[in-house]
Structures are given as C-alpha cells and as structure tokens.
T-cell receptor
Framework: NAGVTQTPKFRILKIGQSMTLQCTQD?????MYWYRQDPGMGLKLIYY???????DKGEVPNGYNVSRSTTEDFPLRLELAAPSQTSVYFC?????????????FGPGTRLTVL | GQQLNQSPQSMFIQEGEDVSMNCTSS?????WLWYKQDPGEGPVLLIA?????ELTSNGRLTAQFGITRKDSFLNISASIPSDVGIYFC????????????FGSGTKLNVKP
C-alpha cells in the first residue's frame, strides 16, 4: 500500500493564481483531513470529510475549498492565492474520527505564494 | 481556536541523555496524542492516551495523560541520534470528537 500520497511536493504561485492540491489514499479510509503547518507551528485543520460527498470546515477554512467525490481522493482548492497561504499542507486519513483510529499523514506539499 | 502550549520549543542534548517535554491547555481534553515529524515528512503517531492518569510506553518513549486532563508529558530515555525530529502533542476536546488540535512542537537535536 502506498498509504497517503500528495502532489505536487513543491509549488510556487503568484498572488491571485489558483491551484488544486491532490491527495489520494489507498487504505479505504472514510475520514480524510487537510492541515496546514506554518513555520515553527503545529498543524491547523482546514477541512475534513467523513465520507464521499460529505465535507466540513475545520479551524482555518477561509480561502480554501474541498470536494470528496470518491473515497480515495480529497483535493484541496485555492482559488485566489494570497501570501498568507504560504505553508506546508498535509493530507491525512483515518478509519474513523475517534482518536483510536490513527491518522496517517502524507508527505506534504510545500506552497509558496509570492 | 484552541491553544496547546508545548515546551520546550527546542532542545539540544547529548546521546544517551533522557528528555522530557510537555503540553498544556486551558481546556479539558478527552485524548492526548504524541507525534514525531522527520524533516520533509508528515507526522507519525507515537503514543495515544485515552484516560486521565494513564501512563503508556512505546519502547524508550513514555507518555502520561495528566490528572487534570489539561496536560500531557512525553519522556524519551537514553536518546539516540535517530530521535532527532520535531515532536508534537495533539488533543481532542471532550465535547468535540471531530477535530484534533496540535501544539507548536518541540524540536529535538541529539549530539552523537
């Protein structure tokens, strides 16, 4: 199993550009998450999904959109990139929401907005 | 959002030394988790704690769920160079199972 995969690994955007960060998991997990990690900080939850067709906001959803059309994929969309969105983005998945269902993280996407 | 205060921010220790770090919150947490993040990688779960007072070990790592449910501690004994990385605490509020809140991390450096 590949686990959680994310593409691209690195990206530089200009202010106002848009892009989609891809996330795929092959563990048949229902729950998927997007986090951002700013330098020297912990992870903050952007959006999460409890299954195909169901998404909900996390702690810092502004400026982002998500969709979940399949169990495997959970893309994150930035419509109008801003310098404040410069961060490392992690996708994660788990079998359930409760803590005993371990979250497995992807390797991250490092995004810079200039 | 919830604030998890993790300390220390960074540590420089000699190989073989023991390490302690902690995480505190103003809110009551139902669950405490400890993760390790290697450079360029996502976090990996080390230990999960589910009950106040619980003490759990994973090899040389030991973590405790504080009695007040507002703090947690991680100890690493006899550190080795591969312990280098960033250690994060994370918690799940007692009234909201949907979200995890992360501390800002403790960066551990081990000198051989």
């Amino acid at each position: 199993n590949a686990g959680v995969t994310q593409t691209p690994k690195f990206r530089i955007l200009k202010i106002g550009q848009s892009m989609t960060l891809q996330c795929t998991q092959d563990m048949n997990h229902n729950y998927m998450y997007w986090y951002r990690q700013d330098p020297g900080m912990g992870l903050k939850l952007i959006y999460y999904s409890v299954g195909a067709g169901i998404t909900d906001k996390g702690e810092v959803p502004n400026g982002y959109n998500v969709s979940r059309s399949t169990t495997e994929d959970f893309p994150l969309r930035l419509e109008l990139a801003a310098p404040s969105q410069t961060s490392v983005y992690f996708c994660a998945s788990s079998a359930g929401l409760a803590a005993y269902n371990e979250q497995f993280f992807g390797p991250g996407t490092r995004l810079t907005v200039l | 959002g919830q604030q998890l205060n993790q300390s220390p921010q960074s540590m420089f220790i000699q190989e073989g030394e023991d390490v302690s770090m902690n995480c505190t919150s103003s809110s009551i947490f139902n669950t405490w988790l400890w993760y390790k993040q290697d450079p360029g990688e996502g976090p990996v779960l080390l230990i999960a704690l589910y009950k106040a007072g619980e003490l759990t070990s994973n090899g040389r790592l030991t973590a405790q769920f504080g009695i007040t449910r507002k703090d947690s501690f991680l100890n690493i004994s006899a550190s080795i160079p591969s312990d280098v990385g960033i250690y994060f605490c994370a918690g799940q509020l007692y009234y909201n199972f949907n979200k995890f809140y992360f501390g800002s991390g403790t960066k551990l450096n081990v000198k051989p």
